[in-house]
């Protein structure tokens, strides 16, 4: 379990009704605990000096296997969006949830950015929330030299 050593006290996950956690969805973790789940990814599995996830399987997952549309890639329980960065096309990794929650990583940068929204069903939700991190935060970072 990733929780503990993250410091996430705070969670809510589904049961089946046979007592399984449903982790595929309907989970619910306050916005820090999910920037401490893409801290993790971004530095290769690593919390605090402690491997907590192999950096085998943190390279895995952030490898695409699918691409799943044209403009996004999907690696394992992670997407790869396509965001423009000053001038040219910058890959972003990111975990997404309904109604257009995310946590974007951006491991050359050490970015990991929450975006967060209640548009639960909602057909603009994922491009509302894409249009926050890609106006806003993304146009924040400096440029490259």
Do not use: C
Not at 67 to 72: F, G, M, Q, S
Not at 138 to 144: E, H, K, Q, V
């Amino acid at each position: 379990m990733l929780e503990r050593p993250l410091g996430i006290t705070q969670v809510k996950w589904n049961f089946a009704p046979d007592g399984i956690a449903m982790g595929g969805g309907g989970t619910r973790y306050r916005s820090r605990d999910l920037a401490k789940l893409g801290e993790l990814v971004v530095d290769g599995g690593r919390w605090h000096d402690r491997q907590l996830i192999s950096k085998a399987w943190i390279a895995a997952a952030t490898t695409p296997h699918a691409k799943a549309r044209d403009d996004a890639e999907y690696g394992y329980l992670l997407w790869r969006l396509h965001f423009p960065l000053h001038g040219r096309d910058t890959p972003v990794w990111a975990m997404s949830g309904n109604g257009g929650n995310y946590v974007f990583m951006l491991p050359e940068q050490q970015l990991v950015a929450v975006v967060t929204s209640t548009a639960y069903n909602q057909r603009y939700a994922h491009p509302q929330s894409q249009e926050i991190f890609r106006d806003f935060i993304l146009m924040a970072l400096p440029a490259s030299r």
